[in-house]
């Protein structure tokens, strides 16, 4: 059982100590929490992860994130505010390796022709962003995959937006990536190549692909 004590630092703050054992017996302890409720909440965690086969060495809980992998973050805020002449939208996020990164949704109005309202961001290396207006970002749709119903969606688009001297061809690492839902759409990872300022650039990114697919 963890136990829980206070001490002093050099400075003379008071803090607490945990003192606990490990899964195989080895006692250790962590020190610097500056409540007796941090301490305790600590400890319960502990004895909780021991019990359950859950515990990890603190030490490795120090990993950063970067030396694991990669991750993807997304936020949407709704997919129901469709207006009456829009039917669906094709969706980029695209992460370039020269630390740079485009988001930009295409809606698409039942007369197959892109709505004004379409609109992205690009965001600099430096953190920095701008929006991107519909005018500002033209898509050619240069191929398509089909799945077993015949539903017939984009798979491969070109991307030019003057204004940042920027070209990319965006091709799906797999074709089907379709999600069978209601309704389905397609979403999935892809992967970038082209040219920025004349320079050759690469990257992954994410698409996502709504109103394609009849509704059941």
């Known amino acids: 059982m963890a136990t829980i004590s206070k001490y002093q630092t050099a400075s003379g703050a008071t803090l607490y100590r945990v003192r606990y054992r490990k899964p195989d017996g080895r006692q250790t302890d962590k020190r610097g929490f500056e409540t007796r409720r941090d301490a305790a909440q600590f400890a319960n965690t502990v004895e909780v992860s021991k ?4 515990y990890v060495e603190p030490a490795l809980g120090k990993t950063a994130i970067g030396d694991l992998g ?30 740079t990164a485009l988001m930009f949704y295409a809606l698409r109005d039942r007369d197959d022709t892109r709505d004004q309202h379409s609109a992205g961001t690009w965001v600099e290396a430096s953190g920095r962003s701008r929006p991107l207006s519909n005018d500002e970002v033209a898509i050619e749709v240069a191929g398509h995959w089909s799945n077993a119903h015949g539903t017939r969606y984009p798979a ?18 797999l ?40 509704e059941r």
């Open 175 to 214: 074709a089907d990536q379709e999600l069978r839902t209601t309704p389905d759409y397609w979403e999935g990872a892809v992967d970038v190549s082209g040219t920025r300022a004349g320079r050759s650039i690469a990257g992954r990114g994410y698409v996502e692909l709504v109103g394609y697919a009849p």
């Open 51 to 54: 019990l359950t086969g859950a």
């Open 156 to 173: 491969l688009w070109r991307l030019r937006v003057p204004a940042l001297a920027l070209e990319v061809s965006v091709r799906p690492v």
């Open 70 to 99: 990669l991750a993807w973050l997304d936020r949407e805020w709704g997919s129901g505010a469709l207006g009456a002449r829009q039917v669906g939208w094709d969706w980029f996020a695209l992460q370039l390796n020269d630390g």
